[in-house]
């Protein structure tokens, strides 16, 4: 079977759709991400065994065909890529070139992280051992955490110094903390009673969005700021697997779920930690089918403009909160990403 | 006759790529009375009648094959005279390297040692102490200063430095209102003075004519001077000077992170006796362990421990015993502490029948970590980024 990847530029004030690009293949995209930067630049797609890297421009910029099978990867606002593939983690240039290769004990356990200055990695285990890469010389420092099943989640902010993560052991009781790139952890004091599926970090890392499981009937996401202080926001939800997505100064997001068509607007202080419900859009359609650790939708980085994918994609309004644009798609549980040119 | 009794010990650096079945041979011109490798008494002829001129020795797990420093005991009587010993290493490997080395003289004085590190005790605790009296005692002092301050400051700047910079600007104010005026006056009472004394000097009258136009001048030049003033309209403000005594925020002293660790670990040691002579036994073992911390950060201290216990019988009846410690230690940055802990077990044989003796023994390893140093933290406050301008979203999705 054939599937084609587009590339559409929809500008911002006419809603006019331009196909700048595709890619045809015979498998679905595996993962697409971009940096988690103040301005992306690059996106990365990842197939089966290619490693293709689209600019602002929509233009192809890098198309690499591997001889091993691409589990995960993430690319930096250089267009330098990480993926892994079991035990064996990979690092090329945005030319393709390997930088790096290293193959560990055991499987790396989430997709390596890879920010502007550090590259983290963190491996399956009782005991998860997470690398902290300096992409300039590809030495390394080490901390580790005691979790169950596996669950430790990370995400970096722009340059790979700071992330903040979680995880969470029996009960389930989740875990937060921060760590920066020289292997030190800050725990926060405080833990959670619910399992944690999704860590968002802003660009500058002064902040976190935690995903939790559900407790009771509602599920719940945490504002973290810097300091490891919290907020819990209600969502107000009772379906399952809510995910979201956020501009890049944490003061707007939206959060969905796949069982529901609505779509809720928050308003969110970092420095007060505080989140408003603001408002709701129902959608047209039920939303797609939400991986419980994946991020599947997008936001532009003034938060003005979202993607939400259902049956259909949605480019949503934010500030109004209507949707300006339908885009039309094949299959179900295929993420949709973007960036701004 | 005269029995003489021998006591060898021989260093070696063994180095060996992939080591299968390596035993110790020894021949010797006298019987073996104690033959010890490591620490580990691989033979001894306090549990039995027999002794041995040559041995064949298991040493799996008690011979460093990594390059360390191996040490061999070997104990026999005999004769007077000279006596011969020889050594061979039998096994399979991939490479070996042999190479003998200098007895080491101990390193360290344990009085000496013990000494010290009560010292360096004592003196933690006491950084540790001082440490939190002074977090506490800046803490108390911060908390308590800042509101005091803080409403002094509110009263001071409300009920004085507020009225002072009103009136003060008033002033300006009116000041800068009249300033053609003043101007006017000031220029116009000294050249009018001097232009009478002049006319009264002279006898011209005409000195007196351009007395009466001088104040016309002076009020034009005030204008002009007024006009040419900036900013407007003046204050002391404006001009850069504010009478206010600041606020302060709200600081926290905090020491660095304190963290507390507490380690659990149950060891479970079986031992079971096949072939068993009639003594007791006992067994020490002290484990050291090492770890590395660094102010103000937190770190973490991991460490597994597997020990393994084989009891073996081996030439004559003599029991060996194999173990295997495998310490992993994920420290995270840098600084040093030392935590020791000895473990010591007995165990008894009573009788020579097959037995099987099960020992349980629990370790619960307390330890906390004090980072000395004191950090005083603000409240950060939040930094925003600026968005990219953009006139299209690049959307990118299967279809």
New interface residues.
């Given amino acids: 079977m054939s599937?084609?990847?587009?590339?559409?530029?929809?500008?911002?004030?006419t809603f006019e759709e331009?196909l700048?690009n595709s890619i045809t293949q015979d498998n679905?995209?595996k993962r697409?991400s971009r940096p988690n930067a103040?301005?992306p630049k690059y996106?990365l797609?990842l197939k089966d065994n290619r490693i293709i890297i689209?600019d602002?421009?929509?233009n192809i910029v890098l198309d690499k065909t591997v001889d091993y099978t691409i589990d995960a990867g993430s690319i930096n606002n250089n267009g330098m890529v990480a993926v892994k593939s079991g035990a064996e983690l990979y690092v090329y240039d945005i030319g393709g070139n390997l930088v790096y290769h290293e193959t560990y004990e055991s499987n790396i356990a989430k997709p390596p992280l890879i920010g502007t200055n550090y590259l983290w990695v963190w491996l399956w285990g009782e005991?998860q051992?997470v690398y902290i890469y300096d992409l300039s010389d590809f030495t390394y420092?080490?901390?580790?955490?005691?979790t169950t099943y596996n669950s430790l989640l990370l995400d970096i902010n722009e340059t790979g110094e700071i992330a903040f993560g979680g995880y969470w052991t029996t009960g389930p009781t989740t875990h937060y903390f921060k760590a920066?790139s020289?292997?030190?952890?800050?725990?926060a004091s405080t833990t959670f009673d619910y399992a944690i599926y999704n860590i968002h970090t802003n660009?500058?890392g002064?902040?976190a969005l935690l995903r939790l499981s559900k407790s009771g009937p509602k599920y719940r996401y945490v504002l973290v700021?810097?300091?490891l202080d919290y907020a819990t926001i209600d969502s107000g939800s009772e379906t399952e697997e809510i995910d979201l997505v956020h501009?890049?100064?944490f003061?707007v997001a939206l959060f969905f779920n796949k069982v529901s068509s609505n779509v809720k607007k928050f308003t969110l202080d970092?420095?007060n930690l505080t989140g408003e419900h603001v408002g709701t859009i129902t959608l047209p359609h039920s939303l797609d089918e939400i991986s419980r650790y994946s991020k599947m939708g997008d936001m532009?980085?003034?938060?003005k403009?979202a993607?939400i994918?259902s049956t259909e994609?949605f480019?949503i309004d934010v500030e109004n909160l209507s949707v300006v644009k339908t885009?039309?798609?094949?299959?179900s549980g295929?993420?949709?990403?973007?960036?701004?040119? | 006759m005269l029995t003489c009794y021998y006591w060898k010990e021989y260093s070696f650096k063994v180095t060996i790529t992939n080591p299968r079945n390596l035993k110790l041979k020894l021949k010797s011109s006298i019987p073996f009375d104690e033959v010890i490798l490591n620490g580990k008494i691989l033979f001894t002829t306090q549990f039995q009648a027999i002794s041995y001129n040559e041995l064949e020795l298991d040493v799996t797990n008690i011979l460093k094959t990594d390059g360390n420093v191996n040490v061999l005991h070997v104990r026999g009587a005999g004769g007077s005279g000279t006596q011969t010993l020889e050594a061979y290493l039998i096994g399979e490997w991939d490479s070996a390297t042999v190479e003998e080395v200098a007895p080491e003289k101990p390193a360290e004085l344990p009085v000496i040692t013990e000494t010290a590190k009560a010292l360096g005790d004592a003196v933690k605790y006491f950084i540790e102490k001082m440490t939190d009296f002074l977090k506490e005692a800046l803490n108390y002092v911060i908390q308590m200063a800042i509101p005091i301050w803080n409403t002094i400051a509110q009263y001071v700047n409300q009920l004085f430095l507020k009225p002072l910079t009103d009136m003060i600007n008033f002033l300006i104010q009116r000041f800068i209102e009249r300033f053609d005026m003043v101007v006017a006056v000031n220029f116009t009472i000294p050249v009018v003075w001097n232009l009478f004394e002049k006319a009264v000097q002279t006898g011209k009258i005409k000195y007196i004519g351009f007395a009466f136009v001088t104040p016309i001048v002076g009020m034009v030049l005030g204008k002009f001077l007024r006009a040419m003033l900036k900013p407007k309209p003046f204050s002391i403000e404006t001009l850069g000077f504010r009478f206010e005594v600041y606020q302060l925020p709200q600081i926290t002293a905090k020491a660095p992170?304190e963290t507390e660790h507490d380690l659990e670990d149950l060891l479970d040691f079986e031992y079971s006796f096949e072939t068993v002579a009639l003594g007791s036994f006992w067994i020490t073992e002290e484990l050291d362990y090492r770890f590395d911390v660094?102010s103000p950060?937190?770190?973490?201290l991991?460490e597994h421990l597997d020990f393994e216990y084989g009891l073996q019988t081996v030439v004559g009846g003599m029991f060996w015993l194999s173990e295997e410690l495998d310490y992993s230690y994920?420290v995270?940055?840098e600084n040093t502490g030392i935590l020791e802990e000895e473990l010591a077990f007995s165990y008894t044989v009573y009788s020579a029948e097959e037995t099987t003796t099960v020992a349980e023994e629990e370790l619960d390893y307390d330890y906390s970590v004090h980072i000395p140093g004191l950090l005083i933290i603000p409240?950060?406050?939040?930094?925003?980024?600026?968005?990219?301008e953009?006139?299209?979203?690049?959307?990118?999705?299967?279809?």
Avoid: C, W
């Fill in positions: 599937y084609t990847t587009k590339i559409l530029a929809i500008n911002k004030d331009t700048l679905l995209i697409m103040q301005d996106l797609l689209i602002k421009n929509g005991t051992t420092k080490t901390f580790q955490k005691s920066f020289d292997g030190t952890v800050v725990d660009p500058l002064t902040g700021n810097t300091n501009d890049i100064n003061i970092i420095e532009t980085p003034d938060g403009f993607v994918p994609i480019l885009i039309n798609k094949a299959f295929v993420p949709v990403r973007m960036i701004v040119s | 992170p660094m950060t937190l770190h973490s991991e994920a995270s940055p409240t950060e406050r939040v930094t925003y980024l600026t968005p990219p953009y006139n299209n979203i690049v959307v990118v999705t299967e279809q």
